[in-house]
């Protein structure tokens, strides 16, 4: 995470916060200034500017895939809702899509949007409705074969309601978990971002049919004011035996 920067005050006696504030423009509502506030001032915002990425959200998934560590070269890997394309570039590097490591297997990656995506060199990105009855056999085709990762960083348009943001997704991601199921080799992965609010119950006991081990965790790069986390389903198993391990945990 980038050092906030300070400078030394006139007398000599503290330090300033050089925090950037916004000043309210006539038309602009409180909370977008606060909004625009927040970004100028939040440090991964920066740093994916410094870096290249296409914003703060990649850091979400380069936290998650350090401790869990799927994006290997030679994967397969599908990224819904792929706009802009931050969770393709990070996963582009790790699986080695361009081949710049040399004697490691080189990976692929795919990700699918309902709107245009501007063009990530090793990744390929198709304009589909990942809940149209024949997705999954168009990104098998797409891919020549079966997914190691299916990943997801989606959310509905915000209602303004808590509880109805929570029931939207929790729907959005149960149903990017059934396209997963369609397209998941033998012991693949599945990540997708969800919002505490208690209704996780159902999408939990469907990944717990499906995987060995089920996860929670928020990484650094979530904001701390946000209800929003990951859940992290490893190890595939097609016949959907029941005893998955599960320790629900909430982790960082």
Known sequence: MAKKTTSKGTSGRGQRDLRVKVKTARGRKLS??????????DPYVKRAQAEGFRGRAAYKILEIDDKFRFLVPGARVVDLGCAPGGWLQVAVERVNALGEKKGKKIGTVLGVDLQEV????????????FMEDDADLKVKDWLGGRADVVMSDMAAAS???????????????????????????EGGTFVAKVLAGGAEGELQKLLKQKFTKVVNIKPPASRSDSSEKFVVAT??????????????????
């Open 118 to 129: 501007e063009p990530v060199a090793g990744a390929e990105a198709y304009v589909l409705d």
């Open 235 to 252: 190890g595939f198993r097609a016949a959907g035996a029941a005893d998955a391990d599960d320790d629900g945990s909430e982790e960082g």
């Open 159 to 185: 209602s303004g309601h808590k509880q109805t943001d929570h029931l939207r997704i929790i729907a959005l991601c149960e149903t990017a978990a059934q396209f997963a199921f369609d397209v998941l080799d």
């Open 32 to 41: 977008s200034t606060l909004w625009l506030e927040r970004q100028l001032n």
